[in-house]
């Protein structure tokens, strides 16, 4: 509660003011009746560009003064993104034959090797492939003996033709079955060269396809899998992609080989960088935006797959006058900043040839003036100019600047609580003597 009373200070200021104001304006024009003046038709009251603040006020609020800068500045595009990793860096270890899953090598997160084993897969059909391999080679020699005793019958014109084709039809398709078991034996990740009846293998082993990080593990000890449920996925990080969503409007600053500057959401404090290499063609879904792909480059620790970024372009450097970006107000689609001047304040409407200047004689009655002075002029008051601006490039927490009126050389302006002073100079109290 005790922070809430300087904000509170501040405001409960800008509302009595508000009272004085409202008595000042009849007080006022009771004196002009008393003069007997002749009061034109009321004018719109034009808008009021200085104030003032008393430093007890301006310490409730915590507002600051500083220079206006000259700083080098990188203007840049911000937009969202994601981390990719492109198709030909990512993989299933997958079985090409059904069986039930004996063993899992792997955990989620593991580093594997192209090659490496994954799991092994049992299926009583993997003896049976491979007894039909070896009983085949029983039956090519007895093929062949055939074969060779038809040919010998045949030159002696002792034999039918037709003997002799049968038995070389047979031989040509033993060796095609064979040929066909030996690759699927090969598949199974079983020599086939190797096979004997006594060294038959009950498991078939499941392999990495790549080099990567198990990012994902489908099935477990005890679950069936075929062609179509993989075991694992791998992904190779290493080969990460960054894609960049930015808007129609910034796309012809874009180029290819422009470096990116990118934080992921999760830990903003670690700063990477990316490198552009193509640039999309058409528009993303429903957002309106273009896909810019880029390569990750330099460190990429803690970096997976997935992950949302903020991504920062940067385009070129400027050097111009720059205020802190909180110096910066922005009212009726217009943009202020406020700077320490000697003008005094005036309230709205204010004519130096009709009105009394800034102050005026009372009389109290018994024969003594009292002056009431401007509160330009009161002891502990700063008065302060409410200048309109262009904005430019902002980058690390300051705004360049370009002023529409002239700002005096070494002028002090607002750099922080901009916003109370904007508050109280558009109030009906923010004028009042």
Known sequence: MSKMKPVLKIFAAIAF??????????????DRHGHGAEEPMARRPEAVTVTSLTSEQMDAVGITLGPVENRNLTE?????????????????????????????SVQLGDYVRKGQVIATIVNPQFIQLQEEYLALASQMTLAGQELQRQQELNEGNAGAKKNLQTATAAISSLQVRRASLYQQIQMMGIDPDA?????????LIVMSPINGTVSNVFSRIGSYVD????????VDNSLLHLDLQVFEKDLPRIRVGQEINFTVTNNPSVSYTAKVFTIGASFENESKTIAIHSSVTGNKNGLIDGMNITGIVSLKNVTAPAVPTGAIVEADGKYYIFVETDKEEEEPGHDEHHGHDHAHTENDGHGHDHHHEDDGHREGKINFE???????????????????AVIPAGARVVTKGAFFINAKMSSPAGHAH
Not at 84 to 103: F, I, M, W
Request: with cysteine; charged share 20%; aromatic share 6%.
């Open 17 to 30: 003011s508000g009272i004085l104001y409202g008595c000042g304006k009849k007080h006022d024009e009771q």
């Open 76 to 104: 840049v595009i911000k937009a969202n993104g994601i981390l990719r990793v492109p198709n030909n860096n990512r993989a299933n270890a997958t079985s090409l034959y059904g069986g039930v899953v004996k063993s899992l």
């Open 195 to 203: 096979l004997s009846d006594t060294g038959l293998k009950s498991a």
């Open 227 to 234: 062609v179509s449920s993989p075991v694992a996925e791998i």
């Open 386 to 404: 409410k200048i309109e601006v262009a904005k430019g490039v902002s980058d690390l927490g300051y705004t360049a600047i370009y002023p529409v």
